[in-house]
Structure formats: structure tokens, C-alpha cells
């Protein structure tokens, strides 16, 4: 079992910080764990579901130096993401596969808000005080391909349904391709089936009927909206599935594994063949673990990275609760060396003293000669060092003056640079307006633009076939765009000369 110190350990602790279950594995075995403890021969693994995550691919020149990599990876994810400047976000990336004549480096980046982690870790962390390792969940499956479980190349779809979650993710030629948090977590199903029964069953009741039933269920009632939910859910999953072919030009998929941490779910492979046109595979596979009953795949997912090689797997960490060095590395056990190191001088002093005694009454002597021999080479050495200690001051003044010069002009070109970087251009801000316009179809009939000391004003003269499409714009921005806009809009009219709705739409720069 590795971690990042490569110490050695007996069990791994594998934790679902959604639904706090908790897994110790030793060996093969594998058992819950009701009252999980911290223990220094114990391996911590943990996950963070896709939904926690932003993930994208950026490149990078071939001619960036290994490490400066992370530096210039974080600073493309926040100019290409549009990322929060004021949140310090905890980035980490692998590399994407590619043939030579390629340009660039790709990379799978992976992007966490730090107080996501805490939040969802907060009762993890009280109960075992240290996650060695956390990892994204859908990075887990390339252990299925370095242990061989999933044998073969071509692209290979996982669907997998948590309490919490659902994902979709693509790997092609056993490497990660591609991940989406599915909108039909258990939750969000049990939310939608009790919508359309128009009464409210208990979310357990709900799992419990899909793990033991499934959409084969005796109550007609039930099977009748559980066809209808599952139609809407393939239907989702069908979108995202052509998605990522087109994106990733994959032309055909070889295999599709669903799942679900309740098991295997009756009659979804006729809704993966009806919908997605592929026979469907169980994803329940055997990891060599023995186990008394059906356990999470995440679970041993977990299990299985913890006891891979770092170089067969994904090695990506967001964890922010790493265990303390050990107690000689830390400073208060280096301050316990030094003092016992102390002690042992100390005492071995007085003895070395009484011991050399005797031997350095007869050097005396000999010294004694050396020194009066010494004495006239140290008052001429004197004298040499008291010239150079002046030629030294002189030499000190000189550097003084041109520190001074270097930290002036310093302080003026980092004043220069904040400028130049820092001040909101025009363009910056009109490229921003000009992305949410064109997603909710919203055209521009008129714009101006003031400026003075308090604050700068795009006005614009919106126009659309609906006047819908006008709030929907001014409702997304309101709520997702506030860091630097202030929007306003007094109405919205219809012009019957053009049959468009028109609004002046009021953007203040904060």
C-alpha cells in the first residue's frame, strides 16, 4: 500500500464522505467499519463525487519545463474557466496521451474549491483526523484496466448511480477521457417519481423497491411512472453520450457498464438497448475481495487504488488532511534530539576534561613558544584585515546606493504592471456581455458606453423574438455574473414595427 511518503501500511480505510460509510480492508478481506479510528498502520482513501469538481483540458507549449507546469496550468484554468480570483482553488491535473506531431501537452485538469472539501470532509475528519488521499471518482476505475478487470482497448462507458451523485465517464484506450455529473442521483430520482405519483414515499422505501424490483415491480402504479422516470433518465444519457463522441471524435463505443451503489437495478439494460443502442453490462465486477454481501463499487474502487502502483494509476490528491511527518522530522522532535545530544556533551565534558588534564599540562609548554611565534604573525594580519574592513565599508555604501535605485525603479514597473493588468478594458468587458447574449439568443440594437470617477455604464438596447429570453438573460446574470456587473432593466416593450421585444439594459462595472 503506498501514500505520498511511501510509507508502508497494514489496512486501508476507504470513506463515502457523502453517506459516511466506511470500509477496512486487510489483505483480501474486506469489512464495514461502524466506529472508524485513526491508526498510524491505516491507509485513509476518500473520494469526491463529480459534482464536487470542475474538470476541462487545457494545453500547454511543449516548451514548458516540467516544473513550472502547475504555475502555468493554474494560471490558464482561471483565464480560460473564468474562474474566481478571489477563491484560491486547489488544481491538479494528468497528462492526455498523444502521438508526437502534436503541438501541445493536453491536460485533464481538475479543479476544487477548497471549502467544497471541507464541508464535505468536516465528519470524516473529526472521526479520523487525517485523509491521506482523495481522490476524483471517476480517476478510481483505471485501476479496473491496470489490474486487468476490464480487459481490452476501444471506448468503454461507466454509468453509476449513488444516493448523492450519478456520473457518466469515457475512457478510450484504457486512459480517462471524459466525466458528467448525471442529473438522477437516488435523490433526484425519488424527487421526480414522487412527482409524478403525486404522493410522497420515503426515500429508502424508494431504493429498496429499485434494488429488490427494479422497473419488473407488481404494483402497476408504480412500474407506469418508473417507466416513464427511466425514460426521461436514457434520454439525458443519450445526450451526453453523443456529447463526448462528438467532442472526442470516438465513432463507435464497445462497451457501456451501468451500476449502482444498490446494485444491479431489473430492466435497465432493455432501456440502455432501447435508448443507447448497446447491450449493457453489469458494473459489478470482482476485485478479489471477500466480502459476506453486495459493497458500493466505489468502495473497493477505493480499496483497489490504494494498493496499486502510483505508476499504474492516476495519481491526483486533493486532500488538505495529511498526517504530521514522523516525530524526528518534526521540529519538536528535532528539539528533543538537540537537547539530548545537549546533555550527553555536557556530561562528557567534565569527564573528558579531568581525562585530558594531565596530557595538556605538557602541551602547555610547547605552546607557550608557538604563541610568542604567533603573536608577531597575528599583529601584522591585524593590520592587513583593518585595511580591508575600511576598503569593505567604502565597497557597502556603493552597494547601498545601487539597492536603493534597483528597489525605486522596482516599485515603478510592479506599479506599471498592476496597471496594465488590473484595469478593466473596455473589450474584457464587452467579450463577457457579448458570451451571455448569444447563449439566451439575445440581440443588441443600440450600445454606449459612459465613464466617470464612480463608476462605468454600458447601456444596451436589447432586442428578441420573446420577451422571455430577455429575463431569462437578465435573471442568469443577476444571479451568476454579480463579481464585477451590476445589471438593470426598467422594461421591456414590444416593437410592432419589427415584432421584437426591446429593453435597455443598464451593466455598471463594480
Known sequence: MNNSNEQVFDTVLSNNPYNHTYYLGSGNQLSAAKNPQYGKKQYGISYLNTSSFITAQIGVSKNIPDDDLAFVIETKAYEEL???MAIEYTIDFIEVPTDGSAKERIFHVFIVDPLVIDETFAQTVSALQYVDQIVPVPLLLKTLYSHEIVQGYGAHCYIYFQENDAFFTLYNEQEFVYTKSLKYSFRDMHERFCELLGE?????????????????????????YLIKLFGELFLHINDVLNYAKRAYEIETIEEIYIGSQIGSIAGVDE???????????????SYGFATDSYIDQIHQLMQLYARTDKAARYDVNFSIYHRPPPFFQRHSGKLFAVTALSLVVAFAYPVTYWTMGYAESVRKALLEKQYRETHAIKVTREE???????????????????????EERKATLIKIHDVKVNYPMKAEMMASL????????????????????K????????????????????????????????????????????????????????
Open 384 to 406: 592587513t584585515i583593518n585595511l580591508k574592513l575600511a576598503q569593505k565599508a567604502e565597497a557597502q555604501k556603493l552597494l547601498d546606493a545601487e539597492v536603493e535605485l534597483f
Open 82 to 84: 473564468a474562474l474566481d
Open 455 to 510: 463608476e462605468k455604464v454600458f447601456s444596451l438596447l436589447v432586442m428578441a423574438k420573446k420577451d422571455k429570453q430577455i429575463t431569462d438573460l437578465v435573471e442568469f446574470m443577476t444571479k451568476h455574473r454579480t463579481q464585477r456587473f451590476h445589471y438593470n432593466i426598467e422594461k421591456i416593450e414590444l416593437d410592432e414595427e419589427t415584432n421584437y421585444y426591446r429593453g435597455d439594459l443598464k451593466v455598471v462595472l463594480k
Open 271 to 285: 432501456y440502455c438497448q432501447t435508448y443507447l443502442g448497446f447491450e449493457a453490462k453489469s458494473f459489478d465486477f
Open 434 to 453: 457579448t458570451r451571455e447574449l448569444n447563449r439566451f439568443d439575445v440581440g443588441v440594437a443600440d450600445i454606449s458606453y459612459k465613464q466617470n470617477e
Open 200 to 224: 410522497q414515499i420515503d426515500l429508502a422505501d424508494f431504493q429498496t423497491l429499485l434494488a429488490t424490483e427494479g422497473l419488473a415491480t407488481q404494483n402497476p402504479e408504480y412500474q407506469k
